[in-house]
């Protein structure tokens, strides 16, 4: 069976401190990624997705990068953190015309 | 840019009743429209999709509606228990892509 592992589960970095955010699939080959960013009380905004080793696909301009090292490992990176990247931070997967997404546990990251 | 989006951002049923969480759209191209359930500090997990060709899909207690004239989507729920408080996200899939709304809680009250 397939699953997806994303750690850690929490995190508190200060302003300025590099971020590295991992997530990994199992039981899969070729599957699509994606990283979403959930503030508080609020929707699911889709930061990267990936459909490919080396393809990284960023919806929206901002202070992160992503990088897919491997085929199933998809990593979520910052050289300096702001206060505004605080949030929940969701990793997923997906394999090619399927609707369905499937998500990790999460990592609340919290800048101070 | 195109997004999907929810008309209430809070929903209380009380319990046995029937719950109607709605969403609007604007990107008429989606192959198909989603609805994800969130329960409080996990990731969303998937509860039904419906095709952009078709206007209603049911599944366990749960139905879909798709009204492409108006764009709107719902999803029913019957018979609403404890166990479905959360927050339920509207999503559309294209391309490969996946685009949430902004999510309504539902509070299900005793």
């Known amino acids: 069976s397939q699953t997806i592992h994303q750690w850690p589960a929490t995190l508190v970095q200060p302003v300025g401190s590099p971020l590295s955010l991992e997530c990994t699939v199992e039981?899969?080959?070729?599957?699509?990624l994606y990283w979403y960013r959930q503030a508080a009380g609020r929707g699911l905004q889709l930061l990267f997705y990936s459909v490919g080793i080396g393809q990284i696909s960023s919806e929206v301009p901002q202070n992160l990068s992503a990088s897919r090292p491997q085929d199933r490992q998809f990593i979520l990176s910052s050289k300096k953190l702001l206060l505004s990247d605080s949030g929940f931070y969701l990793c997923?997967?997906?394999?090619?015309?399927?609707?369905?997404?499937?998500f990790g546990q999460g990592t609340r990251l919290t800048v101070v | 840019g195109e997004s999907v989006g929810l008309h209430l951002p809070t929903l209380s049923v009380q319990e046995g009743d029937n719950s109607i969480i709605n969403c609007a759209y604007s990107?008429?191209?989606?192959?198909?429209f989603i609805w994800y359930k969130q329960e409080s500090g996990k990731g969303p997990q998937f509860i039904i999709d419906?095709?952009?060709?078709?206007d209603k899909r049911q599944g366990q207690r749960v139905t879909v509606l798709l009204n492409k004239t108006v764009k709107h989507l719902s999803l029913q729920i019957a018979a609403t228990q404890p166990g479905d408080s959360a927050v339920y996200f509207c999503?559309?899939?294209?391309?490969?892509?996946?685009?949430f709304g902004p999510g309504t809680r539902l509070s299900v009250l005793p």
């Open positions: 990107n008429s191209a989606s192959d198909y």
């Open positions: 997923a997967w997906s394999v090619w015309g399927s609707t369905e997404a499937f």
């Open positions: 419906i095709r952009s060709n078709m």
């Open positions: 039981g899969t080959s070729n599957p699509n």
């Open positions: 999503a559309e899939n294209t391309r490969q892509n996946f685009v």
